[in-house]
């Protein structure tokens, strides 16, 4: 579970332990109970030697990743259960939150989040970018909000599913906490680049309009338009979705919020306007009314990372659909999907959530400009290395 390192005051002086990292957390919980608070300094020292030995012995074993480079890209995916709430710390520090995952169950997911915050080594967050203001998106807002300092929040603006009613009372309170006059608020529009000093975030998708022109290094026909339609109109706040395409160094990650297939279709026909992408947040939680094989596999991700529930997204013909794409390396899921079952469920290991109670653990991705990333399971405290 994120944070469980705060818990934890590693006794090396007043300073923190720069090792005290998600991955490492189990084994300071181990170190850190045999070590007083009130220690003298030599035993500092022994404790410190004893912790560096123990990190270097087992860190082969388990396969460690390397500590992050200070000019790597930190992506957290914390698990809001089925929402989304996905966390982009840059190498100057800077920090773009999308979505705050749920409302209500006790803080629980402001609570994950700020733990993200924390273990990236910040105490404040940038940029909350809303996708849209479904329940599993904007519900966390105002909890967020009283939990951690934020400068800005960036949406696509009007609330346009006002007949449902869990989806207006959401946009009431974000609409609430944006007039508290706290924070600065930005309503982004296709072609837009967001304000966010060391990644280039450009929006894709918004309030229902999409980039006319292809992307930079976009543009190319799609040929799997010549058999496939387009998909019947949504007509939630779905395909209002605000979309970005976040841009470090080469490294392209394509993030849609919950934007449906109808959506899809015109981003990717008769021109794919996108283009290709090396990390695909898949689409609404790996449902089947988004991610279509038209899209997918013409932004042809080298790695997909879903934020599904173990009852909520991941259907079995989405997961298909990402498995079967060209370049596909790996998918990556926060949950077992209990719809998809064995069959169609991504291997174990690149699960952070299996079967049975949850967790809470988290998925993190560190990028490099060069296009090299590694992402690591808390749950298994084992990261995979993706080469160039
Ligand atoms: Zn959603």
Known sequence: MLGTCKIVTFPVGAQPCPECSRRNAALHLAQASKCPQASSASHHKYALTL?????????????????SPTKSLQIYFVDVE??????????????????????DNNNRDAARIVAAAHDAGIDKIDFVLITHYHDDHVGGAPQLAASIPIGAFIDHGENRET????????WVAYKTLLGSGKFRHIIAKPGDVLPIQGIHAEVVSSDGALIQKPLRGAGRANPAC???????ADNTENLRSLGVRIT???????DLGDLTADKE????CPLNKIGKVDIYIASHHGFSQSGSAVFVHAIAPRV???????????????????????????LWQLHFSEEAGPADNTASELIANPEGPDAAHYLKLTANADTTFTIFNSRTNRSKHYPP
């Open 248 to 254: 470090f160094g080469k490294l392209n990650i394509l």
């Open 51 to 67: 912790a560096l030995f123990f990190i270097l012995s087992l860190s082969s074993a388990f396969a460690l990743p390397p500590a």
């Open 226 to 232: 010549a058999n496939s339609i387009q998909p019947p």
């Open 265 to 268: 279709y015109e981003l990717m």
């Open 163 to 170: 007949t449902d009613s869990i989806t207006q009372n959401r």
């Open 304 to 330: 997909a990372i879903v934020d599904n529930g173990a009852t909520k997204g991941g259907s079995p013909l989405a997961l298909k659909i990402i498995k079967s794409s060209p370049n596909l390396q790996a």
């Open 82 to 103: 089925g929402g989304q709430a996905t966390l982009f710390v840059t190498p100057s520090g800077q920090s773009l939150l999308i979505d705050t995952g749920w409302p």
